[in-house]
Structure formats: structure tokens, C-alpha cells
């Protein structure tokens, strides 16, 4: 609205000089012919190759023992890993993977519900979204890519590392307080011998 005033100004200005002034008549129309001409600017066309051009890192840690069982019936974990699997470095791809990721932070199963496993998952969680949004620009290098998506895999490693951490540290305990028993029976042991 405001802009269209403004041109209707400067349109009467004109056309009030035109009429007054002969000579300034035909600069002026040259003037508008040139300032008011379309010039038709295309944007820059960035090709983004949708081929991975990198060799994707691949998992090396293995969940055992009881982290293996907790994973299997772990409905969240399971499909963000068979999304892992099938990964195709699209956006798309890395949507579906921050959707798992998510699914897996809102139901962290109460065994391994710790501080530790929630920020690993916390750290493969913003790891994911960082590739995420490395897809969604125009252009980014492959060396990049590569960088961002070992990051992502290191983040999963380190997640799985925890998660056998906490299986571990809870055995641990077992075994002391198993150890710390047995030592007291022994102590009763020899208290009563001794009297």
C-alpha cells in the first residue's frame, strides 16, 4: 500500500517534469526505459550430489550380556538401528533417524535409566541432528560429511559402551556386597571360635 503511493508520487513528479521541461523530456523517458527494465537474473544453480562419496564408518562396539537382552526387547533401539542400517545419507534418511533418536530418549528403559546413558544418548542425539542439518544445505563437502557422520557413529559406540557400563557397575556392586558378606561370616566365624 505504502509502496504504491510512493510510485504514484514519483509518477506525477515525472510526468510534470516531461511536460515542462523539453529537453529533460527525452532524458527522462530514456531514463525510465533503462531504470524500469527487467533484467532477468537466474540464481545460481548449486548441484548437490546425492551419492556418498565417503566410505561410512560402521559401529565397531557389540552389546553382550544382559545390554544385548535389554536392547532386543528395547522396541525404540531396535528401530533406530535397523534405521541406521538402511541409512542412505538423504534428509529424508536423517529425518527418520532424529524421529528414532527421540523415540529412544523419551523411553530409555528404568535398568539403564542413568545419568551416564542419558547423556551419551544426549551426545548421539545432537550428533545426529548435526548431520541432520549438514544434509539440508545446498552444498557441503564430502570431507565434512565424513567428519560428521564418524562423529555420529563414535557417539553410538560410546552410547553402547555406557549401557554395558551400567550392567557392569551394577555386577560390580553385587560382588562386593557378596565379598563384604562372605567376610563377615568369616569374622562371626572366628568370634565364635575364639570364645
Request: glycine share 4%.
Given at each position: 500500500?505504502?509502496?504504491?503511493?510512493?510510485?504514484?508520487?514519483?509518477?506525477?513528479?515525472?510526468?510534470?517534469?516531461?511536460?515542462?521541461?523539453?529537453?529533460?523530456?527525452y532524458?527522462?523517458?530514456?531514463?525510465?526505459?533503462?531504470?524500469?527494465g527487467?533484467?532477468?537474473?537466474t540464481a545460481p544453480e548449486v548441484k548437490q550430489n546425492k551419492e556418498t562419496t565417503f566410505n561410512p564408518a560402521t559401529s565397531r562396539m557389540v552389546l553382550k550380556g544382559e545390554a544385548l537382552?535389554?536392547?532386543?526387547?528395547?522396541?525404540?533401539y531396535q528401530t533406530f538401528i535397523t534405521e541406521l542400517e538402511n541409512f542412505d545419507h538423504t534428509t529424508a534418511a536423517a529425518k527418520r533417524l532424529t524421529t528414532?533418536?527421540?523415540?529412544?530418549?523419551?523411553?530409555?528403559?528404568?535398568?539403564?535409566?542413568?545419568?551416564?546413558?542419558?547423556?551419551r544418548l544426549k551426545v548421539l542425539e545432537t550428533r545426529i541432528k548435526s548431520y541432520?542439518?549438514?544434509?539440508?544445505?545446498?552444498?557441503y563437502s564430502s570431507t565434512e560429511q565424513q567428519k560428521r557422520y564418524d562423529q555420529l557413529i563414535?557417539?553410538?559406540?560410546?552410547?553402547k559402551i555406557q549401557m554395558m557400563e551400567v550392567y557392569a557397575q551394577q555386577k560390580s556392586k553385587e560382588n562386593l556386597l557378596k565379598n563384604l558378606e562372605?567376610?563377615?561370616l568369616e569374622l562371626e566365624e572366628n568370634d565364635t571360635i575364639n570364645l
Open positions: 500500500m505504502i509502496l504504491s503511493g510512493y510510485f504514484f508520487y514519483v509518477h506525477n513528479i515525472i510526468i510534470f517534469v516531461i511536460i515542462r521541461f523539453k529537453i529533460m523530456r532524458l527522462l523517458i530514456l531514463l525510465l526505459f533503462i531504470s524500469c527487467e533484467i532477468a537474473e537382552q535389554l536392547s532386543t526387547g528395547w522396541e525404540a528414532a533418536i527421540n523415540d529412544m530418549t523419551v523411553s530409555i528403559p528404568e535398568d539403564i535409566s542413568s545419568q551416564p546413558v542419558k547423556s541432520h542439518a549438514l544434509l539440508t544445505h545446498n552444498a563414535i557417539g553410538l559406540d560410546e552410547f562372605e567376610m563377615e
